[in-house]
């Protein structure tokens, strides 16, 4: 994809149009409709809402327009003010500085009112181009991971405002620890939203269900996750899906 100019379609999943470029940035919109699934299925307060995780597409989309790779390191996210719709479409803007070759500086944002000026900040963030180590290849499930596996306890945050890819109770939503330092999660996604992981690159709800305080993870300064997806031909075998 080249940055050639204005009002641009960009064959992305939320990233569908440029809308300005100039030397040092560029603008994008995403169209929000009340059926995407990763607005209806997560609720606060009852509405429907644009989930913290789901910002993690927005960046590997940027990664690979930029870096030519959805391969990236996050930095400095600020979350400032949420993203809510109700039975209408809503509208919002990415801007793009581009600070270097391989550092994006990131505000999203919307306008109040179709005034352009008058906008609110949504969200801010850095993302760098990743030079990961390369994951293992597969986990056996057998040896690692159903010896000490443990059901997850949702606590009081069972609501009735999260539902579909959300509702990590009816999906199957475990955990093992092997180690002090290694926690092992599986969640078995209902064969309705399985189109979902060819669209997108770390899935908004099994990001939501990992970082989450359900799971009542340790606190550290860096944590290195791994996804992966289940074989269709070997059950037994996950294959390396992604790296954050």
């Given at each position: ?52 995780t789901t910002y993690t597409q927005l960046a590997a989309e940027l990664a690979v327009l930029y870096f030519g790779t959805p391969a990236f390191q996050l930095e400095k996210l600020y979350f400032k003010n949420l993203i809510q719709l109700e039975e209408k479409r809503r509208e919002f803007q990415i801007h793009v500085s581009k600070s270097s070759s391989k550092q994006l500086e990131i505000e999203v944002f919307s306008y109040e009112n ?131």
């Open positions: 994809y080249e940055n050639s100019g204005p009002s641009l379609p960009v064959q992305s999943t939320l990233i569908r149009k440029q809308t300005l470029k100039t030397a040092h940035s560029d603008v994008y919109t995403v169209q929000l409709s009340p059926d995407d699934w990763f607005v209806d299925d997560h609720r606060i307060g009852g509405q429907r809402t644009f989930s913290g179709q005034d352009m000026n008058n906008y609110v900040t949504h969200a801010s963030f850095t993302i760098r181009q990743a030079e990961l180590e390369a994951a293992p290849e597969a986990v056996d499930v057998n040896s690692m991971f159903e010896q000490q596996l443990l059901t997850a306890d949702f606590g009081s945050e069972e609501n009735n405002f999260f539902k579909g890819r959300w509702d990590f109770a009816k999906q199957n939503f475990r955990l093992a620890r092997p180690s002090g330092s290694e926690i092992l999660l599986s969640l078995t996604l209902h064969e309705q939203f399985a189109g979902d992981l060819q669209k997108f690159y770390l899935h908004p709800s099994l990001l939501d269900g990992i970082l989450g305080p359900r799971q009542k993870l340790p606190s550290a300064i860096l944590w290195q996750i791994h996804l992966y997806r289940q074989s269709v031909h070997r059950p037994d075998i996950f294959q390396n899906r992604a790296a954050l």
